[in-house]
C-alpha cells in the first residue's frame, strides 16, 4: 500500500510532461531545450479517460493514457509499465481503447465482451507488462453494424445503453459505426420544403423498430403514425450517440440521401420525375426520385443540411441504391449513381458513400458511374460462399472482408470463424487486393461474445490467426482465470458451433422450439438453414465442462452468461432429435408413444423457459418497457409496444408475414417469448393431433397468423430482471440431457432385443 501514492505521483508527471508531446515527432518528448508549453497534445484524451471510468470504475486511476499523432501507416498502439502504473499509447481516443482492451485479455487476463465480462477478477493492483505491446491496424476501416441492427438489437434503448456498446466496440478496435438513431429527422424536415406538411410526413415514417427498411427503400408506413414528439427525441439520441463517437475519434457513418421519397412527390414538384419500386415481401415499396433529374440536387441539399445541421458532419454516409430488387425503370443507372455521389460531394466534400455488398448489389453498372476511390463496399457475404473474387467483381473498389453471423437477431451459437481465419489474411495478402478494411455485420447484436471478440482481432493481427490457439487463450480470459474445464469446453465450441465453413450459409440453425408448428418444421425463420451445421454433441460436451469450472470463476458475469447461452443451444439442439420421433409416433397411431415424446417436448421447453429467465439479457420484459418508455402518452405506448413486438413475431401484417414469409424471422429464445408464445403454440398444436389420433380423423387447422398477431397486439407485462440461479438452472438442463441420452440408449437395445 505504501507504494500508491509514490505511482498516482509518477503517473500525473508523466502526464504533464507527455501532453507536450509534438506534432512533428509523434509519441517522443519534447526535445532538450525546446518549450514544452507550446507544444499541444495530439488529441484530447479526456473521453477515452470517461469511458475507461465507465468500464473499469476501480481501476481506471491504473492508467496513464498517452496521445500520439496518427501516421500514415495507420492507427495504433502500444502498451508498457509497472505493476499499478499502466501506459498506453494510441492514435485517437478510441485507440487508447484498443489498447486497454488488449492489455486486459493479453496481460491481465480478463474479458470484457459483448456481453460478458469478468473484469471483477483483477487485482486490486493491476499486473505489470512484461514486455511493451505494440499492435498496428492492418486495415483502416474497421467498420460495424448492419442496417438492421437497431432494429433487432432494439430500437427503444437509452444513451447510456448505445454509449456503452460504442465503449466496448472501441475496446476491441472498431472505428466505425453505423448510426441510424434519428433518421427520420433529416427526411421529415427537407420534405417540409417540398409539398409536403409535418403530419403526412410522420405518417409516411415507419416506427423506429421498422425504420431500417425504409432506409433501404422497401417499405414504409408501418405499423402506425410516428409522433413529432418520438421524432424529435430520437433526433436528439441520434445526435448524441454521434457527438460520443467523434469524441472517441471513430467515425459515426449516417444514412445518406439517394432517392426515396413520398408518394405524389413528381405531381408535388414540377419537374421531378420518380421511379415506382413495386413491392417489398408484401410492402408497397417507397418511389425512387430520379437523381438525374433537376429535383434531385435539391432535395439532398436540403436533406443534408437539415442532418448536418442536427447531427454534425461526418466522413461516411450508407446507402444502397435499388436493394434487394428495386428497379431503375428507365433511369440509367451509372449516371443515377453519378448524381448520388455528386451530391454527396457537394454537401460533404471528400465523403466516402458506404455500399453493402449483399446479392447482386452493388452491379457493375453502378459502379461505372463513380469515383471508386471514394466508396467502401462493406461485403455481407465473404465467409458465406466459395470463390469468390471481390476485386474482379467490383473492378478495385475498396472493401470491406464482412460477415452476417446472425439474421434477425436470433439467439443461436456460432460462426464460421473457421473461414475467418483462413481467408481474410489471405485476401489482404493477394498482389491485387483491393481489401480495405473489415465489417462486424450481424443483424441483431448482444450475443456471440466469441465471434465478435475473434472477428474484430483480425484487423489487429499481422497474419493468420491459429484458431485452437485463441480459443484456449479466450477461455482463460473469458472467466478471469486459467481452467482445465473451460478449456475443454471451448475446444468443444470451437469444434462445433464456431467450426462453421462456407458455402450456403453464414449463420447456425435456428431453433426448432421458436418455429411454426409443424411436424415437418426444420427452421423457424423461412431464409435459416434447414439443418444442424455442426456436431450436437459438441454442445452437451461443452455444457459438462463448463459445469465443472472452478467455483471462483462461476461467479463473474461472463461465466453466468455463457453457461446460460450454452444450455440453452443443448437444450435447443435436442429438439431436432425429438420432433421427428414425435412425427414417426404419430404417423404409426402410436398413441401412448406419441404422448411420452410430447412431453418430454413440453418438460424441455418449459425448463428452457426458466433457463432464459435466469439472465436478463435473455428476458422480454425490458425489450418491450424500453419501447412503451418512448409513447408520449398512453396510446402512443401502446402503438411503439406493438411496434416492438410485431418486428419479434408477425413482422407485418397477414401478407408480409405469412406470404412474404417474414414470420419468426426475428425468433429468438428469451423469457416471455418461450413461455408466453412459442410453448403455447405447440402445446395447443399436438393437443390437436392428439385428438386426430383419438378420434381417427384430420387435425384442426389453425389460424397461426390470427394466434401471433393477438399476441403482438397485446399488453401483458413480463418481467423486467432475472429469477433463478443460471448454474443450477443449467445444471439442471444437463441432467435432462443425460436422462434422455440413457433413455435412448436403453430403447435402442430393448428394441435390438424384440428384433432378434
Known amino acids: 500500500m ?24 509523434p509519441g517522443a518528448l519534447p526535445a532538450r531545450g525546446s518549450s514544452a508549453s507550446a507544444a499541444a497534445p495530439a488529441f484530447d484524451t479526456s473521453p477515452a479517460r470517461e469511458a475507461l471510468e465507465r468500464l473499469l470504475p476501480s481501476r481506471a486511476d491504473q492508467f496513464t493514457l498517452v496521445p500520439v499523432e496518427e501516421p500514415p501507416a495507420g492507427a495504433s498502439f502500444s502498451v508498457s509499465g509497472e505493476a499499478g502504473a499502466v501506459e498506453v499509447r494510441g492514435t485517437s481516443p478510441a485507440t487508447l481503447l484498443a489498447g486497454v482492451g488488449w492489455y486486459l485479455e493479453r496481460v491481465a487476463g480478463v474479458d470484457i465482451g459483448w456481453p460478458g465480462e ?127 463517437l467523434r469524441a472517441l475519434g471513430m467515425t459515426p457513418v449516417l444514412p445518406g440521401f439517394f432517392g426515396t421519397v413520398p408518394p405524389d412527390f413528381a405531381a408535388r414538384n414540377p419537374g421531378a420525375v420518380t421511379v415506382p419500386q413495386g413491392k417489398w415481401v408484401g410492402f408497397d415499396r417507397p418511389d425512387w426520385l430520379d437523381p438525374t ?19 454534425g458532419a461526418t466522413s461516411m454516409f450508407k446507402m444502397d441504391l435499388l436493394h434487394e430488387g428495386g428497379t431503375p425503370g428507365p433511369v440509367d443507372v451509372a449516371s443515377a449513381a453519378g448524381a448520388v455521389q455528386r451530391a454527396l460531394e457537394a454537401a460533404h466534400p471528400g465523403a466516402v458513400w458506404v455500399m453493402l455488398g449483399w446479392q447482386t448489389n452493388p452491379g457493375a453498372a453502378l459502379l461505372s458511374g463513380v469515383d471508386r476511390s471514394r466508396v467502401l463496399i462493406v461485403d455481407g457475404l465473404s465467409d458465406r460462399y466459395d470463390g469468390l473474387d471481390r476485386e474482379t467483381q ?24 473457421g473461414v475467418w481465419t483462413s481467408r481474410f489474411h489471405a485476401w489482404l495478402a493477394k498482389p491485387d487486393s483491393a481489401l480495405a478494411g473489415i465489417a462486424y455485420l450481424p443483424e441483431g447484436t448482444g450475443g456471440n461474445p466469441a465471434a465478435f471478440d475473434l472477428f474484430a482481432e483480425l484487423a489487429w493481427q499481422p497474419g493468420p490467426v491459429d484458431r485452437q490457439e485463441w480459443f484456449a487463450a479466450y477461455a482463460a480470459r473469458r472467466y478471469g482465470g486459467a481452467d482445465p474445464h473451460a478449456a475443454a469446453a471451448w475446444e468443444q ?8 465453413l462456407s458455402g450456403t450459409w453464414s449463420e447456425p440453425q435456428d431453433s426448432l422450439f421458436t418455429a411454426r408448428p409443424s411436424l ?68 404409426a397411431g402410436k398413441l401412448e408413444t406419441f404422448r411420452s415424446l410430447v412431453r418430454e417436448w413440453s418438460a424441455d421447453e418449459e425448463l428452457l423457459g426458466r433457463l432464459v429467465g435466469s439472465d436478463r439479457r435473455f428476458l422480454l420484459g425490458p425489450w418491450l418497457a424500453g419501447a412503451r418508455a418512448w409513447g408520449g402518452d398512453p396510446a402512443e405506448r401502446d402503438r411503439l409496444e406493438y411496434d416492438a413486438r410485431s418486428i419479434l413475431t408477425t413482422w407485418g401484417g397477414r401478407v408480409p408475414s405469412e406470404t412474404g414469409g417474414l414470420r419468426d424471422y426475428a425468433n429468438r429464445e ?85 428384433r432378434g
Not at 3 to 21: G, I
Request: hydrophobic share 40%.
Open 293 to 311: 433529374g433537376p429535383v434531385f440536387g435539391r432535395l439532398a441539399e436540403a436533406y443534408y443540411r437539415a442532418q448536418r445541421q442536427r447531427f
Open 670 to 754: 428469451w423469457d416471455g417469448l418461450v413461455r408466453d408464445l412459442y410453448a403455447p403454440r405447440w402445446n395447443s398444436y399436438f393437443a390437436r393431433l392428439d385428438r386426430a389420433l383419438v378420434t381417427g380423423t384430420a387435425p384442426e387447422a389453425v389460424d397461426w397468423f390470427a394466434v401471433d398477431d393477438a399476441w403482438a397486439r397485446g399488453h401483458g407485462t413480463y418481467p423486467t430482471e432475472p429469477t433463478g440461479d443460471p448454474v443450477s438452472l443449467a445444471g439442471e438442463v444437463h441432467a435432462a440431457l443425460v436422462a434422455a441420452t440413457s433413455a435412448r440408449v436403453v430403447e435402442g437395445r430393448a428394441g435390438r432385443v424384440r
Open 118 to 244: 469478468s473484469v471483477q477478477r483483477l487485482p486490486a493492483t493491476l499486473p505489470g507488462v512484461p514486455a511493451t505491446l505494440t499492435r498496428s491496424a492492418t486495415v483502416r476501416h474497421r467498420y460495424a453494424l448492419n442496417d438492421t441492427d437497431e432494429g433487432y438489437s432494439g430500437a427503444y434503448r437509452d444513451f447510456d445503453s448505445y454509449r456503452h456498446d460504442i465503449d466496448v466496440m472501441a475496446l476491441h478496435g472498431v472505428n466505425e459505426v453505423f448510426v441510424p438513431t434519428g433518421a427520420e429527422y433529416p427526411y421529415h424536415q427537407a420534405l417540409q420544403e417540398f409539398g409536403y406538411d409535418a403530419a403526412e410526413l410522420r405518417r409516411w415514417i415507419p416506427a423506429p423498430a421498422h425504420q431500417a427498411w425504409w432506409l433501404l427503400q422497401n417499405l414504409s408506413g408501418f405499423p402506425d403514425p410516428v409522433s413529432e414528439q418520438l421524432v424529435e427525441a430520437r433526433a436528439a439520441l441520434g445526435s448524441r450517440i454521434a457527438r460520443h
Open 493 to 500: 465450441l470451437r469444434l462445433g458451433p464456431y467450426s462453421g
Open 2 to 25: 505504501g507504494t500508491r501514492p509514490l505511482l498516482r505521483c509518477r503517473r500525473t508527471l508523466a502526464v504533464a510532461v507527455l501532453a507536450a508531446v509534438t506534432a512533428a515527432a
Open 520 to 587: 415437418t418444421a426444420s427452421r423457424a425463420a423461412r431464409w435459416s438453414p434447414t439443418a444442424m451445421r455442426y456436431d450436437p454433441d459438441t454442445v452437451e460436451r461443452a455444457l459438462a465442462e463448463l459445469l465443472r469450472v472452478a467455483p471462483a470463476l462461476r461467479t463473474t458475469d461472463a461465466y453466468r452468461f455463457d453457461v446460460v447461452d450454452v444450455a440453452r443451444q443443448a437444450l435447443t439442439n435436442r429438439a431436432r432429435v425429438l420432433l421427428p420421433r414425435i412425427k414417426s409416433a404419430y404417423e
Open 394 to 417: 467490383w473492378g478495385g473498389t475498396p472493401y470491406a472482408f464482412g460477415a452476417i453471423p446472425n439474421f434477425g437477431g436470433h439467439t443461436s451459437l456460432g460462426a464460421n470463424t
